[in-house]
């Protein structure tokens, strides 16, 4: 864990998630613009005749005017025709406006053939559902990311709901502190190797290490993180990832709370086989206020919310 510190102009940013930016450099010098070289003297052009003017001016304006008349009666003409073709089927001719949804096939569908799944738009980013079983798009970015502290980063658009969160957490006195947050692709490779090397010595082949680090270590493309939607978070006084997470008093506020700012413990640990992720109580997945508050309240996984 770093012990620097970021500094801005050596006057400590605020305890708050956003890095900020250094301001605009006000001492740089302005650069002037170069000015045109004056008109010499020696050059001067021969003064025109008034009469040549007029005539250049006279032969102009007849020539625009031709061309105009022209442009209208081929205008008349294509009008009386269209009017014609709709006279004929009955009817003036109407340019229908095919809906948006038509035109880009984005249609509210249900998530699952299953009754009772939730209806999720394919808009519907912040409900994305990432696991073993659907993987990430090869072609998946993320508009915008906003950079967190310490290197960390997250989907803009879920930034406002997160630091919310944070600020209502130290509110009550605790010290919640992110440990993770988007991940590159590489990065999650890194990491889900680094797991597989460790569950070697205890497996009989690579594939068998390879399920067994699946269950603490996402396979690369199937990692909320690499979604930008998904932080772990920990209490600075306990930085393990392990159960003893749980009795920490920075998770009992984000257990008892995380809803209300849109967020859900992704991983509960008696879903484990739904989700395909053993439990952590420090995974914590942005789905909005309303879907969070249904998750929550019921007891539910993101994959039984969607109908999965």
Same mark, same amino acid.
């Given at each position: ?31 002037? $613009?170069?000015?045109? !070289? &004056?008109?010499? *003297?020696?050059?001067?052009?021969? =003064?025109?005749?008034? @009469?040549?003017? %007029? ?100 989907? $803009?658009?879920?930034? !406002? &709901?997160?630091? *919310?969160?944070?600020?209502?957490? =130290?509110?009550?006195? @605790?010290?919640? %502190? ?121 007891? %539910? ?8």
């Amino acid at each position: 864990m770093s012990t620097q510190s970021c500094t801005l102009h050596n006057f400590p940013l605020p305890d708050r998630e956003y890095y900020a930016a250094a301001p605009p450099q006000w001492n740089v010098p302005t650069v002037s $613009r170069p000015r045109r !070289p &004056a008109p010499s *003297r020696a050059r001067r052009k021969p =003064r025109q005749s008034p @009469l040549l003017a %007029l005539l250049l001016l006279g032969l102009a304006l007849f020539a625009g005017g031709f061309l105009l008349g022209q442009a209208e009666a081929a205008g008349s003409r294509a009008a009386q025709a269209a009017a014609g073709a709709g006279a004929a089927a009955g009817g003036p001719v109407r340019i229908l406006e095919v809906p948006e949804a038509v035109r880009s096939g984005k249609e509210d569908v249900p998530a699952s053939g299953r009754e009772g799944g939730t209806s999720v738009c394919e808009d519907d980013w912040n409900l994305i559902l990432v696991n073993g079983d659907h993987p990430l798009p090869e072609d998946f970015r993320i508009p915008e990311l906003t950079q967190l502290r310490n290197g960390h980063a997250i989907d $803009r658009r879920a930034y !406002p &709901a997160l630091q *919310r969160m944070m600020d209502a957490c =130290r509110a009550e006195g @605790l010290a919640p %502190l992110i440990c993770s947050s988007y991940r590159t692709r590489e990065k999650q490779e890194e990491l889900f190797e680094a797991k597989v090397q460790a569950c070697l010595p205890q497996a009989a082949s690579r594939k068998e290490a390879e399920e067994q680090a699946a269950q603490w270590v996402s396979r690369p493309g199937t990692s909320e993180h690499q979604a930008g939607l998904a932080v772990d978070i920990v209490d600075t006084s306990y930085q393990l990832l392990d159960e003893g997470q749980e009795d920490t008093a920075v998770q009992q506020w984000l257990m008892a709370h995380c809803a209300e700012y849109g967020f859900i413990l992704r991983y509960p640990t008696e879903k484990s086989a739904l989700t395909g992720v053993g439990y952590e109580p420090w995974h914590y997945r942005y789905v909005g206020e309303e879907a969070a508050g249904e998750i929550m309240r019921q007891g %539910l996984c993101l994959e039984e919310y969607l109908g999965y």
